[in-house]
């Protein structure tokens, strides 16, 4: 019976290891976003699957003071709707180098939709770099793997 419990404990172990292997080397999931110009944390993303793209939305802005949110300088059905379950990427496809690209990466903030990149650090699977495209100028954000929740 006790050797019986430590092969269960054992194959459990190895079954959570692996799951842990697994799902940490996916891009989706939930991320705290971090501004890279000032390094405040401004909100909690769920990147998902849907139809075999890449989605993500806001779940929720935990920036000081802008906890309740509203698009404001958004135009047409956005207008003035609260930031908070807004979509902020829409179908990024994925490529032979693991990486997912996408024409519409809405900023909220700005009222902007540029080209984007989405990857995973290759030093850190708990670091996901989101970059966006205006032209040829372009801008790297690096978010954070929620891990606590």
């Known amino acids: ?10 194959i459990a172990l190895i079954c959570l290891l692996i799951v842990q292997t697994s799902w940490s080397q996916s891009v989706f999931g939930k991320w705290r976003t971090i501004d890279d110009r000032n390094g405040i944390t401004k909100a909690i993303v769920e990147v998902y699957e849907e139809n075999g793209l890449l989605q993500a939305k806001v ?3 935990v920036e ?3 906890e309740n949110a509203l ?5 047409g059905e ?3 709707k609260p930031v908070n379950g807004m979509q902020i990427m829409y179908d990024f496809e994925k490529n032979s180098k693991g990486e997912w690209k996408g024409s519409k990466l809405f900023d909220p ?3 902007m939709t540029f080209r984007g990149r989405v990857w995973l650090d290759p030093k850190d ?3 996901l770099k989101v970059r966006g495209y205006l032209a040829f ?3 790297t954000q690096t978010w954070l793997r929620v891990l606590d929740e």
């Not at 019976?1 to 054992?10: C, G, H, I, P």
């Open 59 to 61: 779940l929720k802005v």
């Open 64 to 66: 000081k003071g802008k």
């Open 1 to 10: 019976m006790k050797n019986s419990l430590r092969l269960d404990t054992f």
């Open 125 to 127: 699977s708990n670091k």
């Open 78 to 80: 956005l207008k003035d």
């Open 71 to 75: 698009c404001i300088k958004c135009k």
């Open 109 to 111: 903030e700005q009222a």
């Open 137 to 139: 100028l372009y801008r």
